[in-house]
């Protein structure tokens, strides 16, 4: 079954950086467009950044542009979210989505979760 595996949380400063990693398995990873999401306490969840099956085309929200990269490895069946200038605002718990509702899928996969915190 599908599976995904967020790590890489943690309390960091602001200004600091983290890299945020997520295992996926139980499907045909290089067929699939990957995300990042994020959720303030009390806020909705929202886009991060995404990145298309073979790595090549990305997208990002607006307040993470320049910030955050996201990418992947097809041959470790990994993506990542690497989180530079890092702010207060950044805090959220961070999540892995496999956007499979148009797909053969047939429905969206999400990891469980991992929490980042920017505080001095």
């Known amino acids: 079954q599908v599976q995904l595996v967020e790590s890489g949380g943690g309390l960091v400063q602001p200004g600091g950086s983290l890299r945020l990693s997520c295992a996926a398995s139980g499907f045909i990873f290089s067929s699939y467009a990957m995300s990042w999401y994020r959720q303030a306490s009390g806020k909705e969840r929202e886009l991060v950044a995404v990145i298309g099956s073979s790595g090549s085309t990305t997208n990002y929200a607006n307040f993470v542009k320049g910030r955050f990269t996201i990418s992947r490895d097809n041959t470790k069946f990994m993506v990542y979210l690497q989180m530079n200038s890092l702010k207060p605002e950044d805090t959220a718990v961070y999540y892995c989505?496999?956007?499979?509702?148009?797909?053969?899928?047939?429905?969206?996969?999400w990891g469980q979760g991992t929490p980042v915190t920017v505080s001095s």
């Open positions: 989505k496999l956007p499979g509702l148009t797909t053969p899928l047939r429905r969206d996969y």
